[in-house]
């Protein structure tokens, strides 16, 4: 299978170069599902994936992930079409399953402010599940203020906008196969 992955690449009129290539990602994803194996063996999880930008993550995860699980998805608002978040939160698209007693996995594919994760986590928590864990691909430390339990995270980034393997740019990029930051940075 060939994937769209070129070194560079220019979205909305911003030319875009590798950060992590598809080997460092799918490398990472593997390990992160090798945990989840182990640590949810006899939990049956649901994976609960957050739109639009987490489905590739989930995805490539899920095809790794070994032990009996459920997947479920939800959607807030996302950044709209600028590469600053507009730092609130709604609600687009609520999950199906019932949760209650349930082991839950939230994925997400990046955490920035940690804003939407928290609030997220607090919305969950309301429908009484066994227990919920956070599952993001990003971090971005440096630009976190809220506070939010991270349990299993891909990479640890600085706080630069990033598009590719799902994050988009005004909807643009989601099916490149790499992550990508603006040429220039770093
Ligand atoms: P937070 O609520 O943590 O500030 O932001 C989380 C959401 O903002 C993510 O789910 C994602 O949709 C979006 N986001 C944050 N940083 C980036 C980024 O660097 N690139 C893209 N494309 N989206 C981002």
Redesign the pocket.
Known sequence: MSLYKPETVICNGETFKVYLSEKQIQDRVVEIAKQLNRDYADKKPIFIG?LN?AFVFLSDLLRNVTIPSEVDFLKLS??GDEKV?SGQVTDLKDIDANIEERHILLV??????????KYMVNKLQRKNPASIATVTLLH?PEATHHDVPLDYVGFEIPSL???GYG???AQEGRNLAQIYILDGEQ
Do not use: A, N, W
């Not at 594919?109 to 994760?117: A, F, H, K, P, Q």
């Open positions: 957050v930008g996302s950044y978040s997400e594919d990046i955490v920035d402010t940690g804003l939407s994760m971005k906008f990033v598009l994050l988009d740019y």
